[in-house]
């Protein structure tokens, strides 16, 4: 009887072990694929935050890290079709698309915008530098695999339909799933 | 010996260039292949390392000669 049961003891702290090895496992390779992704949030469509935010999502892609890009508010207008001069469907959202310019390249500087001078002089010395221009990165980071997520909610309240946005996209998505990549990224940056 | 197996130029390229550029030249290449990337920008030679240490791959040789810089990579 008492030998039984220390058999069972056995064969179930045996059963314990393996559930353990097993959870720790996957915990670490959990964290493993959670070191090896970066999530940011494109808020800003200037040229001057959009750039870098590419910089940054070319380079991880390149690092062999997982890249997602969450465009929302002012930055889902870098995702905008370059020949698409107006978006929104009533006069307001219309209105706001011509005052924040569609597609990036009619992206303003944040500041020492000049009326455009200053947009056209940083993307001149860019080019002397051969810094790819946004524009050049926005294609090469969709090569690469980099996820790029507009935001439904954005898409709505400015009236941007799915057809105005460039192709290669993935489904726009909400502030949940847009907080699940983040969660699950050793990265997570507010641009 | 070991024997490079590809050359990636990317002189002239300034930031992100060069990494995507190597970054290319080694989804054609085999694991243990030795790739040689030239480069003339300056924040190479910050961001190849760092670069490598993302990436898993190994960096065996880093070296500069006449503001060109020369590295060696080994394709994890």
Redesign the interface.
Known sequence: MSQGSATTTTADEAALRRLIDEALAEREQGAHDKENKITIVAWDGHLDRVWPTLILSTTAAASGMQVSVFFTFWGLFALVKPEKRRTGKKWMTKALSVMNPAALKRAKLSRYNFAGLGPWMLSKVAGDYKTPHPTELLETARDMGVRLLPCQMTMDLMGVKREDLIDGLEEPIGAATALLEMKGSAIQLFI | MDVITATVDAR??????P??T??RALRDAAQGDLLELLATDPGSRS?VPS?AE???NELIEAGEDTGVYRYVIRKA
Request: net charge negative; with cysteine.
């Open positions: 002239g390229q300034s930031c992100p260039g990494l995507v190597l970054h961001d670069w993302l990436s898993g």
